[in-house]
């Protein structure tokens, strides 16, 4: 009896084996997809990239030297570093097992040459590099892509709106950035700060008062770190209340540079024929800028100029805190005389 039990666990153990064998095999042997990269170029030779929707809608980058401009936007400056690892991304994207390979799976999933969310074709000198059909998402920060003649459809760890076909979902927000030890003098409607040993210092600061730093630091992190939220062209239009600025202000860099910073009102929708016009925006919610070295217009978010409209003098000194006096010595006994 214990030869039979011991012979069906044998029987049992090399049927399990065979079993665990034929998959891997099945996984790993030629019927499996080759493996290597998705896609065949190289990341350093592409220098202008087309983005696509499936509504007709286009955006072109091109990079001049190592930087990233919009050239239908007045070669504004791209986001270079959000391009570039795009482009990083899929050069070093590995063929994994298909998500399905099928033409019907293709239409499906949007992924085909005639039905896709977004299509992105990398060019070196005007020459296709690589094509790609990007479609649906298969779940949280996941999309569905398909290279061009390629019927395996792939999955990519990115989210849609990051191929947003719009200007500004790549433009360069921090064009307008500073180096804060940069900056010689600030003149604020209630503020001008000057450059001295001690960082920037409130110009007329008395005997008495001392500077709050952390109140210091963050306004000056504000005016040398103001982002963009977008850009709206050229043309100065009557809407952006510029001649009747909500917010005005000069910083002057060390050797001489100036910048004047003129913020108007918050741009208004246009409003569809016949309709009645929607209440204002909020005025916290973003503003119009115009740089004086910058030609095109932009709108930066409302709760970053609040802060510049906000900053006094008094609002970043503090009366100094007295010094303790000195302690009395104490007052020695006079021995009597003997």
């Not at 649906?136 to 709106?161: C, F, M, W």
């Not at 000057?194 to 001392?210: F, R």
């Amino acid at each position: 009896m214990k030869r039979l039990i011991l012979g069906c666990a044998i029987l049992l153990l090399v049927q399990l084996g065979l079993l665990v064998a034929t998959h891997v095999l099945n996984r790993t042997g030629p019927a499996q997809p080759g493996k290597g990269p998705l896609l065949a170029f190289m990341a350093a030779d592409v220098n202008e990239v087309l983005l696509e929707d499936g509504e007709g809608h286009h955006l072109a980058l091109k990079k001049d030297k190592e930087r990233w401009l919009l050239p239908e936007a007045g070669s504004f400056p791209a986001d270079a570093a959000k391009v570039q690892g795009l482009i990083d991304q899929l050069a070093g994207l590995q063929r994994g097992w298909p998500e399905a390979t099928t033409a019907e799976a293709a239409t499906r999933f949007k992924v085909a040459p005639d039905r896709y969310v977004r299509k992105l074709n990398l060019l070196k000198d005007g020459t296709a590099q690589a094509i790609v059909y990007f479609g649906t998402s298969p779940g949280l920060r996941k999309i569905y892509l398909r290279a061009d003649n390629d019927p395996e459809i792939q999955t990519l760890v990115l989210s849609q709106h990051e191929l947003e076909v719009t200007t500004d979902n790549w433009i360069d927000t921090r064009i307008l950035h500073l180096k804060p030890e940069q900056i010689k003098r600030v003149e604020l409607p209630g503020l001008r700060l000057e450059k001295t040993a001690d960082g920037l210092q409130p110009a007329d600061l008395k005997p008495e008062e001392e500077v709050v730093k952390d109140r210091r630091d963050a306004l000056v992190n504000r005016l040398a770190g103001l982002t963009i939220a977008g850009i709206l062209g050229t043309e100065t239009k009557p809407e952006y209340g510029l001649d009747k600025p909500a917010l005005r202000y000069t910083v002057e860099l060390d050797g001489g540079t100036t910048i004047d910073y003129t913020f108007g009102q918050p741009p208004q929708p246009a409003q569809p024929a016949g309709q009645d016009a929607a209440p204002p925006l909020p005025a916290e919610q973003s503003y119009v800028l115009k740089v004086a070295n910058q030609e095109q217009l932009l709108r930066v978010d409302g709760w970053q100029v609040a802060e510049l409209k906000n900053a006094t003098h008094a609002s970043l000194v503090r009366a100094k805190t007295p010094a303790p006096a000195a302690p009395t010595p104490p007052v020695q006994p006079v021995e009597p005389a003997k």
